[in-house]
């Protein structure tokens, strides 16, 4: 089979499974010039034609800084699809990279893909596109969930689709089922232009290493290749401890449980609704603050097996975190639960984070008992939900 068809029936199986492209969708593509980025921008030209999807795509080449830079080749590339190309001077990524790079063996890739990410938002924005299409793989996907894993201690790798929220832009990724050698077979049999990388760090990353090892494994192990890829999507089958972490604050059986799964969130909002609702009549609408429910860490409060408060933190500084939501429902007050909880986090985070600050807004008839534990109020009161409040800070 020609490489062109593999690769566009992944793309059709991603984007009928992640939901991605829609009528009416302005898709700006990242375009290095690398293969993958070629490859993307060839096959959503034709995907145009097929998909019976009404959409728009404006490959973005930025202009990085770094040495050598020409994008003539990928100019008239996308003439040939019959797309203008569009050049944006973003040299200033170099220099800072260079600055960045202190004593490193090379430029800081994670630096250098936030700031790109960054640039493409921006761009559009400015020009009223709603998602940003980048090129990356499956394999890059494997290294990625590798990395994460054997550097990082957490099992994570990217998502085909991502909305962000502040931007307003979604990430999508329409290769992420299709493997590196069907690109670089499709760039070979379609004659594809490919520029070289100018990139100083270039084969000489951590994702190269990645990629060597890999290789080595799917040698020894060949049903490995594809069991990893299908891990990544196969829900069904998850099976790690984190739904099962319940941090022990004593040993009568009251436990603090961080938030991982949607029936834990929705314990969290029916205590949250009992208690600041319904027992304190504060508008539902100000009580969920959707776009802080991401950025926060959350918890139960557990008593044996019953959820009887909830808890969670936002981080606001380098080193300093905010306290937020904090409500134990009434039944379960006066027993030392609610206060047992909070002093277990805030030692949890002085611990982990030593030093840090952290602080909160109490509401003013319990000043008394947050100066007991250990809480100096900041500033002048004011008014939350019409409740009197004051910074409270350790």
Same mark, same amino acid.
């Given at each position: 089979?020609?490489a062109?068809?593999?690769v566009?029936?992944c793309i059709r199986k991603a984007?009928?499974? %992640?939901?991605l492209?829609?009528?009416g ?14 490859? $993307?921008?060839y096959a $959503?030209? +034709?995907? !145009?034609?097929?998909s ?7 490959p973005v &080449?930025?202009?990085l800084g770094?040495?050598?830079?020409n994008p003539?080749e ?7 699809l019959?797309?203008k ?8 990524v170099?220099?800072?990279?260079q600055? !960045?790079?202190?004593d ?7 630096i250098?893909?936030?700031?790109k990410?960054?640039?493409? @938002?921006?761009?559009?924005n400015?020009l009223?596109f709603?998602?940003?299409?980048f ?7 494997i290294e990625?969930y #590798? ?8 099992i994570?790798?990217?998502?085909p689709?991502m ?5 307003d832009?979604?990430f999508?990724?329409?290769l992420?089922?299709?493997r590196?050698s069907? &690109? &670089?077979? $499709?760039?070979k049999?379609?004659n ?7 990139c100083?760090a270039n084969m000489h990353?951590?994702?190269e290493?990645?990629k @060597? +090892?890999?290789?080595?494994? %799917?040698?020894k ?7 990893? $890829?299908t ?13 099962e972490i319940?941090? !022990?604050i004593?040993q009568d059986?009251?436990?603090?449980k961080?938030?991982?799964?949607p #029936?834990?969130m929705?314990h ?7 208690v600041f609702?319904?027992?304190q @009549? ?12 991401k950025?926060?860490?959350?918890f139960?409060?557990? %008593?044996?097996e ?6 969670r ?5 380098e080193?300093?975190?905010?306290l937020?939501?904090f409500?134990v429902?009434?039944e ?11 002093l277990?986090?805030? @030692?949890?985070l002085?611990?982990?984070?030593n030093?840090?600050?952290i602080?909160f807004?109490a509401?003013?008839?319990?000043l008394?008992?947050?100066q ?6 900041e500033g002048?009161?004011?008014y939350?939900?019409n409740?009197?409040? &004051?910074?409270?800070v350790k």
């Amino acid at each position: 089979m020609k490489a062109i068809r593999t690769v566009l029936a992944c793309i059709r199986k991603a984007d009928q499974e %992640y939901n991605l492209i829609n009528h009416g969708d302005k898709i700006l593509i990242g375009l290095s010039g690398g293969k993958d980025s070629v490859v $993307l921008t060839y096959a $959503l030209s +034709l995907y !145009q034609k097929f998909s019976h999807t009404d959409f728009t795509i404006q490959p973005v &080449i930025l202009d990085l800084g770094f040495p050598n830079f020409n994008p003539y080749e990928m100019n008239k590339f996308c003439e040939s699809l019959g797309l203008k190309l569009m050049v944006v001077d973003n040299t200033e990524v170099y220099k800072i990279l260079q600055i !960045q790079q202190k004593d490193h063996e090379h430029l800081p890739c994670s630096i250098c893909s936030r700031m790109k990410k960054a640039s493409m @938002n921006k761009i559009a924005n400015e020009l009223g596109f709603n998602k940003v299409s980048f090129a990356h793989h499956a394999d890059d996907a494997i290294e990625t969930y #590798m990395m994460n894993t054997l550097f990082g201690g957490r099992i994570a790798s990217f998502s085909p689709k991502m909305h962000l929220e502040r931007a307003d832009i979604t990430f999508i990724r329409p290769l992420i089922n299709v493997r590196e050698s069907d &690109i &670089i077979k $499709l760039v070979k049999e379609e004659n594809l232009p490919v520029l070289a990388s100018t990139c100083p760090a270039n084969m000489h990353t951590r994702r190269e290493d990645m990629k @060597n +090892l890999l290789k080595d494994l %799917y040698k020894k192990w060949p049903i490995s290749k594809d069991n990893l $890829l299908t891990m990544l999507s196969n829900y069904e089958k998850e099976d790690v401890w984190g739904k099962e972490i319940y941090h !022990q604050i004593n040993q009568d059986g009251l436990t603090l449980k961080p938030v991982t799964t949607p #029936m834990d969130m929705m314990h969290v909002l029916d205590i949250r609704n009992r208690v600041f609702v319904i027992g304190q @009549n504060c508008p539902y609408d100000i009580e969920v603050v959707p776009k802080e429910e991401k950025e926060a860490k959350h918890f139960l409060i557990y %008593y044996k097996e019953t959820p009887v408060g909830t808890i969670r933190y936002r981080q606001t500084g380098e080193r300093e975190f905010k306290l937020e939501r904090f409500a134990v429902l009434e039944e379960y007050r006066g027993k030392g639960y609610g206060k047992e909880a909070f002093l277990y986090l805030v @030692n949890k985070l002085e611990e982990d984070y030593n030093p840090c600050t952290i602080w909160f807004n109490a509401q003013y008839h319990l000043l008394e008992y947050y100066q007991k534990l250990g809480f100096k109020e900041e500033g002048d009161t004011f008014y939350e939900a019409n409740i009197k409040h &004051i910074k409270m800070v350790k």
